[in-house]
């Protein structure tokens, strides 16, 4: 894994904890009058970078560093009145709350594996 690679899911595990505060904060609503569910564009950050992908040789593709740009919170004006009193769904709440948990455990575990590996690199004992 190389560092464009690490950093990418450095922001990945960023947008994963904003989300998190996002759908948190969605469920604390659900009884509240006239809320409006909010959402975190990852997406449109996703489409800018893929269209600046820089090609050094047709078999590599890499991809350039991320920037400090925020994540885009939103407003969703859908689904009216889900819950009765906003438009908050608590089981599509709720299973996008246990998606971005795993999305985030994935994230750490790789990171993590690549810093033990590098550690064991520095300590001479063994491979990246």
Do not use: W
Request: proline letters at 2%; hydrophobic letters at 35%; charged letters at 25%.
């Amino acid at each position: 894994m190389n560092t464009p690679t690490i950093k990418l899911l450095e922001k990945f595990i960023d947008y994963c904890s904003v989300k998190n505060k996002v759908i948190s904060k969605n469920i604390a609503n659900i009884g509240t009058e006239n809320y409006r569910r909010e959402d975190v564009s990852f997406q449109e950050m996703l489409d800018t970078k893929m269209n600046q992908l820089r090609t050094t040789n047709p078999k590599h593709i890499s991809f350039l560093p991320m920037d400090d740009s925020q994540f885009q919170i939103y407003k969703d004006k859908g689904m009216e009145n889900v819950s009765g009193v906003n438009n908050v769904d608590i089981d599509k709440e709720m299973s996008e709350l246990a998606s971005n948990a795993l999305l985030f455990r994935f994230s750490s575990k790789k990171i993590g594996d690549y810093y033990r590996g590098l550690q064991n690199v520095i300590k001479g004992g063994g491979k990246l």
